[in-house]
């Protein structure tokens, strides 16, 4: 189910939300985290019926792996075998469904033969919802975290804001918000940060990423090779800025559907766009998932006192790793060592101190990730390949003027979008969470609900967000 879809805003968050508010009122804390998993369940079946049960198997499966672990005198061995399980388990699932077919593919490459590729669909969120139970293991082994209770566990794990696409929440970030009877404390200023931060996401959502997604999935999608430069320019610049408002405006409304329910979900996007060099753009980035793989992979590789040739190492498979993540597709792969190439230059630069003014730091940051990204957006290699060639192409005069002139709409969602990013604060900024900064006014509401009317009149058809394909 999509958050920016009439179902969501007019059945099912009002259902879920009405009823909580009565558990609330009623004093029913166990009630309450129970209706709000149920809710988080239901969430998920109507998005993947036939994965639903294996999905709650895995859920219920390594709680019981975390309750072994940290039994009061368990052995070494144990813990380890149970860490081992859970890996096999949660590690086994991503490859089995994101990856058979792309290892049977290049099996059939490698050797010539003949095996045949299984019908597999992706499950939504299992990229993200396997690293954060993941997670919650291995802090379990680590020793970090004490035995939640059954519900508080599900109801970590499944929260329907974050389940889909993240943010990949730590359990010390969410378990002692709605341990005991926490969530029945009622704060006026979490409503109108929740129904802020919605509006905010969904008109970016709305009003801004879906125009240039539809445009540049087009010319993706199409005969590249018969495109002229001008429309290539176009559409990697279009997807450039749709991929910032698209996850941007997920984030905005998964935090605000959390606020609204009394919890804080953390930060996981903080303007990219505005980074100085490529190792600041990947802290804004999808924080979570960087987070992840910094203290799953790089921390494992790279140690306080080791050399730069270690560092560069740590840095290359990190970002390796982060490529066959997001995709099964060597060009996934090969972006991903890109971007680990970029960040390594930026941490050399970084140790030997060298100083680029901000200026044109964020400028060739922002040109050179917007270069690479044709790898991340092309459907191939060879795809890639040509849109590159487009885009050192010669274009006229007259080229230009015809491709402007024909997509004149979608030219000043991007301009608008442009200075979105590197004009004005981000949500973040003008949203602080409790206790941060002053409490929003009536004109923000006012401000939030002209956005939200906007992009409700412009949400005729249901859009899924990109980060729904990884």
Not at 99 to 107: A, L, R, S, V
Not at 270 to 289: E, V
Not at 358 to 387: H, K, N, P, Y
Not at 453 to 460: A, C, G
Request: with cysteine; glycine share 6%.
């Amino acid at each position: 189910m999509i958050f920016s879809s009439y179902r969501f805003i007019f059945l099912f968050f009002p259902v879920v939300f009405t009823v909580f508010c009565i558990l609330r009122i009623l004093k029913k804390p166990t009630l309450l985290k129970g209706w709000l998993a149920l809710a988080s369940l239901v969430f998920y079946a109507l998005g993947q019926p036939d994965f639903f049960f294996v999905f709650l198997a895995s859920v219920l499966f390594n709680y019981y792996l975390i309750k072994v672990i940290l039994k009061d005198g368990q052995k070494k061995t144990i813990k380890v075998l149970c860490l081992a399980l859970s890996g096999i388990e949660n590690i086994g699932l991503l490859v089995y469904f994101k990856y058979t077919n792309f290892i049977i593919e290049n099996i059939n490459r490698l050797f010539s033969s003949e095996i045949g590729a299984l019908s597999l669909i992706l499950p939504i969120g299992i990229s993200f919802f396997t690293f954060q139970i993941f997670a919650s293991v291995i802090s379990a082994y680590k020793g970090e975290m004490s035995l939640p209770k059954p519900i508080d566990y599900i109801l970590f794990i499944t929260f329907f804001p974050q389940l889909i696409v993240g943010p990949v929440v730590m359990q010390e970030e969410l378990l002692p918000q709605i341990e005991g009877d926490r969530l029945l404390i009622f704060d006026k200023d979490d409503i109108m940060r929740g129904v802020y931060l919605f509006s905010v996401g969904a008109a970016k959502k709305v009003i801004l990423a879906n125009p240039m997604i539809d445009y540049a999935t087009a010319f993706y999608a199409g005969d590249i090779a018969s495109r002229g430069t001008a429309e290539a320019w176009l559409g990697v610049i279009a997807f450039t800025f749709a991929y910032y408002f698209d996850f941007s405006g997920y984030v905005d409304m998964a935090r605000g559907l959390g606020a609204l329910f009394g919890i804080k979900l953390p930060i996981n996007f903080d303007s990219p766009y505005k980074a100085r060099d490529f190792a600041d753009f990947w802290r804004r980035w999808n924080i979570t998932i960087s987070r992840f793989f910094n203290n799953t992979v790089f921390d494992n590789l790279f140690g306080f006192g080791d050399r730069i040739p270690k560092l560069i190492f740590a840095t290359l498979v990190t970002f390796l790793v982060s490529g066959i993540w997001h995709g099964a597709a060597w060009h996934f792969i090969i972006w991903g060592l890109v971007c680990g190439l970029l960040v390594t230059l930026s941490n050399i630069l970084t140790l030997y101190r060298v100083k680029i003014p901000s200026a044109i730091g964020c400028t060739v940051t922002f040109l050179v990730m917007m270069l690479v990204r044709v790898l991340f957006d092309a459907e191939c290699m060879t795809d890639a390949l040509t849109v590159y060639g487009k885009l050192f192409s010669t274009v006229s005069f007259a080229e230009l003027l015809n491709t402007l002139s024909d997509n004149i709409s979608l030219v000043l969602i991007i301009i608008v979008s442009a200075v979105i990013c590197f004009c004005f604060k981000n949500a973040n900024r003008f949203c602080p969470e409790r206790g941060e900064g002053k409490s929003l006014t009536a004109g923000h509401l006012v401000f939030a609900a002209a956005l939200l009317v906007l992009s409700l009149v412009n949400m005729s058809s249901v859009s899924t967000f990109l980060y729904f394909n990884f």
